[in-house]
């Protein structure tokens, strides 16, 4: 019975659509003819509830995908693509505000702002192990009360306990590599449209929508090399940049995007965690160092007191070397574009940087130098081909 579990787990992780529903333009149609429906009956309200539902200037488009009840829609907005996201489909499957079942008092015009802050900080805490201050919740407070503020604080409480609408709230003017939250509307959020990469690319995202679209070897040469610096930029803002480094969980092409400069946007992050959150999924019962691996993010099992370590081992540019840079760095991409020594050196610091020792008794994270060394080898390669221009 347990490698029948074990078995069944293991396919669920390495195919999670297996469960999925079937992504169909009907039922997305309904699910929001649903939401509009609680609109107007005064249950859910949102920035972008009028456009939806009454102005139509929110136009659905197609279904994206279901999976394991989150539901993601691709829509236009006043000319705008964007995308509508929610982890459940309905807004009853949300676990709902306490105050307001047990309010007396019909518009709840009472409860007392301390109280509403602290019950905020306390889901922000649960779904990213932060702990805020009052002043630091701003993009997550409802704002002023009005005459539908009931609605509005049920509507904030299902987007709370989505923990990547709480992440991109937070870093929405902070960090240029997440994707900001444009609008709500009950317990569905809209972000900006970027298209996700995919293995299927040669470059593994798609370049045509990118400035100075690369025509020929060189070209497309010269786009992964200012990728790879922006995925670097991310991996050292996302160390270095806040209180508490961020960690990625999940890391594959398409949980991100490249904006038109060629910027990479993490656009994904329902597996990203701050440190304090990684250590608390990480600190688990374990009988050997499998135990002890959650998706991208690993730790070592003390069989001592058979418990995994609370801190990761490896680190985000360790998987982006092994699971981004590898496929750029080892293809074909540079044969005619770039010197053979340089194509070597970089092949090289990609291999050090993706797998740093195996032998290692405790597998190493890997080491600051190699950052800066990819980093001086891709300015290189960046200046090697711009003189090969002209």
């Known amino acids: ?42 249950v859910l309200v949102g920035d972008l509830c009028e456009d939806l539902c009454v102005g139509e200037k929110l ?8 999976e394991r009840g ?34 007396a008092d019909e518009g709840g015009q009472d409860f007392p702002e301390a109280e509403l802050l602290l019950l905020v900080a306390g889901e922000v805490k649960n779904a990213l192990g932060l702990e805020l201050s009052g002043g630091s919740l701003g993009p997550l407070w409802p704002g002023r009360r009005g005459p539908r503020w009931r609605g509005q604080l049920a509507s904030l409480w299902t987007l709370l306990q989505q923990e990547e609408f709480v992440l991109f709230s937070l870093l929405q003017d902070l960090s240029r590599h997440a994707l900001p939250v444009l609008g709500s509307c009950g317990h ?7 298209a996700a990469g995919s293995p299927r690319h040669r470059a593994l995202f798609p370049l045509d929508g990118t400035t100075g679209a690369p025509r020929g070897g060189r070209g497309q040469a010269k786009a992964v090399s ?4 922006s995925f670097l930029d991310m991996v050292s803002h996302f160390e270095d940049d806040f ?18 400069d060629f910027t990479v946007v993490a656009i994904d992050v329902d597996m990203a965690f701050f440190e304090p959150k990684m250590r608390e999924i990480l600190e688990q019962n374990c009988t050997g160092d499998e135990d002890c691996n959650f998706f991208d993010c690993f730790s070592k099992c003390d069989l001592r007191v058979n418990k995994c370590g609370a801190e990761r081992v490896n680190s985000n540019l ?15 991409l540079w044969s005619s574009a770039l010197s053979f020594p340089l194509q070597r050196q970089l092949r090289q610091a990609v291999q050090e940087c993706a797998d740093p020792g195996r032998t290692a008794r405790r597998p190493p994270r ?5 950052f800066w060394k990819l980093r001086r080898l891709l300015r290189e390669t960046q200046r090697e081909l711009q003189e090969a221009e002209k």
Not at 5 to 31: F, M, N, Y
Not at 59 to 66: G, I, V, W
Not at 324 to 330: A, D, K, L, M, P
């Open 188 to 194: 569905f959020y809209a972000v900006e449209y970027l």
């Open 366 to 370: 890997a080491a600051p130098d190699v």
């Open 318 to 332: 360790q998987v982006i070397c092994d699971k981004i840079f590898r496929h750029w760095f080892s293809s074909s």
């Open 59 to 66: 136009l659905y488009q197609r279904c994206l995908y279901y």
């Open 70 to 103: 989150k539901k993601v829609l691709q829509a236009d907005w006043r000319g705008r693509p964007i995308i509508l996201k929610s982890k459940e489909e309905a807004f009853s499957s949300f676990q709902p505000l306490g105050l307001l079942q047990d309010a």
């Open 1 to 42: 019975t347990a490698g029948w579990v074990l078995a069944a787990a293991l396919l669920l992780r390495a195919h999670p659509g297996v469960l999925s529903e079937r992504c169909t333009d009907e039922k997305s149609r309904r699910i929001l003819a649903a939401l509009c429906r609680e609109y107007e009956g005064g």
């Open 243 to 260: 209180s508490h480094r961020l960690h990625l969980c999940d890391v594959k092409p398409e949980n991100f995007a490249i904006r038109s």
């Open 226 to 229: 200012d990728m790879a610096l």
